[in-house]
T-cell receptor, first 114, second 115 residues
Framework: DTGVSQNPRHKITKRGQNVTFRCDPISEHNRLYWYRQTLGQGPEFLTYFQNEAQLEKSRLLSDRFSAERPKGSFSTLEIQRTEQGDSAMYLC????????????FGDGTRLSIL | SQKIEQNSEALNIQEGKTATLTCNYTNYSPAYLQWYRQDPGRGPVFLLLIRENEKEKRKERLKVTFDTTLKQSLFHITASQPADSATYLCALDGGMDTGRRALTFGSGTRLQVQP
């Protein structure tokens, strides 16, 4: 399967802990996006990379959130000092670099904060 | 403020009928609009993209229209099947004037096709 891969699929942690998620995009895609989705809502944009450069960040992305894409391939999203409100599905997507290209999504990491 | 509205109520139709879903937006000038399908517990799957200078796009049983004057897109599934039951999301880019590349999604409409 050469689709977008996200790990882990599920993460349960206690409030205040740090968590890290990984996304492996489709290999030829140079754009990578992170979204957050809560029940009954559409995905909300968090940040995106063009190769290893982080080009845009949403105001939703507080100081506790950091994303990296060090070699322009896989990406990690870290949440420090997790809060109850961080419980959500975290989705990763990738696309080719031209404007207007469809995005290919992984199946997400579901984060539950106890 | 910018807003994308999709009917939050589920749409229930009989197998074989045409399903029509609506996406309305305000305070956007998108360069293109995309439709995605999402099944429970899965990520969205891309279906169709339509550009601002296109009125209509078709793919098999799917048809999308885009009216930039009304600020509305309609998504049609003809000869619907129970397997078409899912949540359908519309998404817009920020438009060429903002240069924003990320998509903004509506909250989706759940479609239920009864056999």
């Amino acid at each position: 399967d050469t689709g977008v891969s996200q790990n882990p699929r599920h993460k349960i942690t206690k409030r205040g802990q740090n968590v890290t998620f990984r996304c492996d995009p489709i290999s030829e895609h140079n754009r990578l996006y992170w979204y957050r989705q809560t029940l009954g809502q559409g995905p909300e944009f968090l940040t995106y990379f063009q190769n290893e450069a982080q080009l845009e960040k949403s105001r939703l992305l507080s100081d506790r959130f950091s994303a990296e894409r060090p070699k322009g391939s896989f990406s990690t999203l870290e949440i420090q000092r997790t809060e109850q409100g961080d419980s959500a599905m975290y989705l990763c997507a990738s696309s080719l670099g031209q404007h207007g290209q469809p995005q290919h999504f992984g199946d997400g990491t579901r984060l539950s904060i106890l | 403020s910018q807003k994308i509205e999709q009917n939050s109520e589920a749409l229930n139709i009989q197998e074989g009928k045409t399903a029509t879903l609506t996406c309305n937006y305000t305070n956007y000038s998108p360069a293109y609009l995309q439709w995605y399908r999402q099944d429970p517990g899965r990520g969205p799957v891309f279906l169709l993209l339509i550009r601002e200078n296109e009125k209509e796009k078709r793919k098999e049983r799917l048809k999308v229209t885009f009216d930039t004057t009304l600020k509305q897109s309609l998504f049609h599934i003809t000869a619907s099947q129970p397997a078409d039951s899912a949540t359908y999301l519309c998404a817009l880019d920020g438009g060429m004037d903002t240069g924003r590349r990320a998509l903004t999604f509506g909250s989706g409409t759940r479609l239920q096709v009864q056999p």
